[in-house]
């Protein structure tokens, strides 16, 4: 199956720096990469999200960034805010089946006032 | 419009108890899934179901069983409950079509089994 690794596990920052996420991804077909953040006690929601034939995509504070040739795809926030601090998981469901979603192990943002 | 809903919202279960989770969509979606949230695990998937009528095994299938009853609904049960399915259990549904992929999540079911 697809593995989908994502690093760091935790980051903190300041409030108004920026936090970078980054994940891995094996299978070199997929094309479909999303980002969901989950809040403490609430269920995940889809943030953003990229498809291949694209390298970026922006949405006021959030961006990913798609890098095919290294397989890997970033989650950028910028001028972070305390309601940012949550848990971000990104996914890359394998091109042979898009059901399956493998989803990255978790980033714990803590942003700090 | 109420989403992806989930009942029970809390369970505790004995070794060996069985119980099923319910979930409903009102969103015409093809497709259903059921997760698990471990703490440092992430989603894992368990089941899912491309279309009504469809189920295949995800990440973690063993010691659970699903039914996919018709297009809105999708069931997941424990025959026997281990204590190593004490997890937050999350269902989730999408259109998952060329145009919109993304996952709608019910609230979760956090189970406890002793």
Redesign the interface.
């Given at each position: 199956?697809e593995n989908v690794e994502?690093h760091p596990?935790t980051l903190s920052v300041q409030e108004g720096d920026s936090a970078v996420i980054k994940c891995t991804y094996s299978d070199s077909a997929s094309n479909?990469f999303?980002w969901?953040k989950q809040e403490l006690g609430?269920?995940?929601?889809?943030i953003i999200?990229i498809r291949s034939n694209v390298g970026e995509k922006k949405d006021q504070r959030i961006a990913v960034t798609l890098n095919k040739t290294a397989k890997h795809f970033s989650l950028h926030i910028t001028e972070t805010q305390p309601e940012d601090s949550a848990v971000y998981?990104c996914a890359a469901?394998p091109s042979y089946n898009?059901?399956?979603?493998?989803?990255?192990?978790?980033t714990k943002l803590n942003v700090k006032p | 419009n109420a989403g992806v809903t989930q009942t029970p919202k809390f369970q505790v279960l004995k070794t060996g108890q069985s119980m099923t989770l319910q979930c409903a969509q009102d969103m015409n979606h093809n497709?259903m899934?059921w997760?698990r949230q471990d703490p440092?695990?992430?989603?894992?998937?368990i089941y899912?179901s491309?279309s009504e009528g469809t189920t295949?095994k995800?990440?973690v299938p063993n010691g659970y069983n699903v039914s996919r009853l018709n297009k809105r609904e999708f069931s997941l049960r424990l025959e026997s409950a281990a204590p190593s399915q004490t997890s937050v259990y999350?269902c989730a549904s999408s259109e998952?079509s060329a145009l919109t992929?993304?996952?709608y999540?019910?609230?979760?079911t956090r189970l406890t089994v002793l």
């Open positions: 199956g994502q596990s479909y999303p969901y609430k269920r995940p929601q889809l999200d998981f469901p898009f059901n399956k979603f493998y989803f990255g192990s978790g | 497709s899934y997760y440092g695990m992430g989603l894992r998937l899912y491309a295949d995800g990440e999350f998952a992929d993304t996952q999540f019910g609230p979760g």
